[in-house]
Structure formats: C-alpha cells, structure tokens
C-alpha cells in the first residue's frame, strides 16, 4: 500500500510539473492594437487667407487654410505647438475669387480647386525628412513613439456661420489608413490676411510642433 501510494504521489506531481511547464511555456496573450480619438473635438482655432495662391497653375479661386486643434494643445514661448491632442490643417480650401472668408456649406475633397472643395493630402520627403501637403491630421500622442501623421483622402466637412466669427464645422473624413474621423468645432475661428506676405505659390509659413514625429 505505501508503495502505490509513493507511486501515485510521484505521478501526480509529474503531472503537476508537465501541466506548469505548458503553461509557463505559453505565449503571452498580444497587446490590443492602439486606438485613436475618432470623434475629436477641436476647441480652438484660425484661418489664414491666401488670396489666389495657385494662379501660377490657372486656378483663379481663393484658398483658405484652416488650422483646428483639441484642447489640451497650445502655443508654447518658443512659438511651437506643444502638448497632446489632434491638429488637423486643411491647407487648400478653395473660394471664389470675390470671396475671403469661409462661407456656410459643404466642401468635398476634389483635386478641380473649385469653390467649396479642398484638395486631398499627400506625403512628400525631401532629404528623408517628411513634408506633409493638402489635408491631414497630426495625431500628438502622450508616447511619442504611437504619435503620426494621417492624410485625408476624402469625404466631406460642413461650415455653417451666422456672422463670420463663431464657426460650426463637422468633418466626416476617409483617412489614408481606412479609419474615418468625425472631428467637431464649434467656436470663434480668427481669420489672418497672408495674401499680401506669401505671394502666388511661395512657401507657406507653418506651425513647428514641439513633438518631432518621424
């Protein structure tokens, strides 16, 4: 009797063994994917005016650029956006030639520089380094390493405004990695006249970020 018991024991422990084996043997269960804000809410903003900034290319339509940010972003001392949060820039937001503000409608990514479309964004580098161009979010996220840039390839975002002062704007964007935003705002958006200090297709002035994202 003492020996089966002996044998029973061993053979229980051996199982016990070979059962904590496999399982320390298993692989850890993957991390869930990183998610963004979806459905940002912009606190904040301006608009530049450009006048007809791409007549150089026989488009005779004004731009607007439009420039919206959450609300944990601000403008440091050093005159460089800094925090977390989502900036979203539309660079060309195409007006008729009479027109300087933003009007109430809809605008719909198109690459025709008509009035009430904006052109689409686009990534370009230059000596490694990455030149956002047209329409795109920056996502400024706590852990650097999960901060990007995004571009929006279509879809479309309505203004409504009562004075030209205090702008409701709904966005319903595609971006380049099949994700939709629905970004909102609805605040005073300041208006800057740079027709006079950027000429017909010069460099646009941008906003640095403190945050590098490679």
């Not at 018991?5 to 084996?21: Q, R």
């Not at 959450?70 to 956006?81: G, P, R, S």
């Not at 595609?174 to 740079?194: A, W």
Request: charged content about 20%; glycine content about 6%; proline content about 6%.
């Amino acid at each position: 009797m003492k020996n089966t018991f002996n044998i029973n024991t061993l053979i229980i422990s051996f199982l016990l063994l070979v059962t904590i084996a496999v399982f320390s043997c298993k692989p850890p269960e993957p991390l869930p994917p990183y998610t963004y804000e979806t459905n940002p809410k912009y606190t904040w903003g301006f608009a530049e005016f450009y006048g007809s900034y791409y007549s150089n290319y026989h488009i005779p339509n004004n731009v607007v650029s439009l420039n919206l940010f959450t609300e944990k972003l601000f403008v440091n001392d050093k005159n460089q956006l800094d925090g977390v949060g989502q900036y979203l820039i539309i660079q060309d937001v195409f007006s008729a030639p009479g027109d300087t503000l933003l009007l109430s409608g809809e605008y719909k990514v198109a690459e025709t520089g008509e009035p009430f479309t904006f052109y689409s964004g686009k990534k370009f580098e230059d000596n490694r380094e990455i030149i956002p161009s047209g329409a795109f979010v920056y996502y400024l996220e706590a852990e650097p390493t999960k901060s990007k840039i995004v571009y929006i390839v279509d879809g479309t975002m309505n203004i409504s405004t009562m004075d030209y002062k205090t702008y409701t704007i709904s966005c319903n964007f595609i971006l380049d990695d099949k994700t939709e935003l629905k970004g909102t705002f609805n605040s005073i958006l300041d208006f800057y006249d740079k027709a006079a200090e950027t000429p017909p297709s010069m460099e646009r002035q941008r906003l640095q970020l403190k945050q590098k994202i490679n």
